[in-house]
């Protein structure tokens, strides 16, 4: 059996509600659930989920930007708490709710970004220019932030999740808001860092990108992991679709 690279072991978050949603007994929201899943070394791990499923709230505990309420998170073993600094220098991290500076340019936040995370100057150099190259940046890098689309914002973040190049990326729904050119780059890029031993966990609303890129494949329902398995065990000799469906219990329109 392959490698495991990470896991969570019974990882819960709960949100105070807000004052006026409170019942007697029910102050807070339970975003995930004790969720438990394992990423092993290499692999594209897809976690699927209906809108308000816990998704990324569980890749932002995974990402260690937020501590669970309860559960753990081992990375190779080692709970990750017993050293953050050196576990957040392995990961890559994406998500749209990332602030960026918007009077920044993206070549200037690649630049600072590899300076926080210490990494040569020229090292830094040449993976900015082939990151840049690879997502299309190019063509915009010496724009600010603010000044780009949502797209074009979205690529920027690609580049900067990679800066450090991650041994484990994170990436919440990392072709939202690309066009067809920029999901394929995505597509291919993710890809190729699989083939370099990479090893990426990703969340997605986008069916056919699961299908053709991710090994396993965790279904996130209310907050707790209805299913986890291979993407062959998932769909169950039907479409990841229908298996989806299926679990959500709808019936879908002939
Ligand atoms: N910071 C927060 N404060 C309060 N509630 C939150 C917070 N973040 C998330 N929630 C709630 O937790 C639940 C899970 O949200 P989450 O963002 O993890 O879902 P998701 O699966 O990523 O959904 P989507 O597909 O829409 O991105 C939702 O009910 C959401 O309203
Ligand atoms: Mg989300």
Redesign the pocket.
């Known amino acids: 059996m392959e490698k495991i690279l990470l896991r969570s072991e019974a990882i819960t978050?709960r949100?105070?509600?807000p004052r006026k949603e409170r019942k007697p007994g029910r102050t807070s929201?339970l975003?995930?659930d004790h969720v438990s899943l394992s990423i092993r070394k290499g692999e594209i791990y897809a976690?699927l989920?209906?809108?308000?499923?816990?998704?990324?709230?569980?890749?932002?505990m995974i990402g260690s930007l937020i501590a669970p309420d309860e559960g753990s998170i081992f990375y190779e073993n080692r709970n990750i708490n017993e050293d953050l600094k050196g576990y957040r220098s392995k990961i890559g991290f994406l998500t749209?709710e990332l602030k960026q500076d918007g009077f920044f340019t993206p070549d200037y936040l690649f630049d600072f970004m590899s300076e926080l995370h210490g990494i040569p100057r020229e090292v830094a150099k040449e993976r900015k220019e082939m990151l840049f190259q690879e997502f299309g940046i190019l063509p915009f890098r010496d724009k600010k932030i603010d000044a780009l689309s949502s797209g074009m914002k979205q690529k920027a973040s690609l580049a900067l999740a990679l800066v450090n190049d991650p041994e484990l990326i994170i990436f919440?729904?990392p072709t939202n808001g690309l066009d067809i050119l920029g999901a394929k780059a995505v597509e291919d890029f993710l890809r190729s860092l699989r083939d370099k031993g990479r090893t990426i966990l990703l969340?997605t609303?986008i069916f056919s990108l699961v299908e053709k890129l991710c090994d396993r494949v965790g279904i996130?329902l209310e907050?707790r992991l209805a299913v986890e398995g291979s993407l062959e065990e998932v769909r169950g000799g039907g479409t990841l679709e229908e298996s989806f469906f299926s679990l959500l219990g709808e019936r879908r329109d002939a």
């Open positions: 978050k949100f105070p509600l929201l975003a995930v976690l989920g209906p809108n308000g499923a816990g998704k990324t709230t569980s890749l932002r749209a919440d729904e969340s609303h996130l907050g």
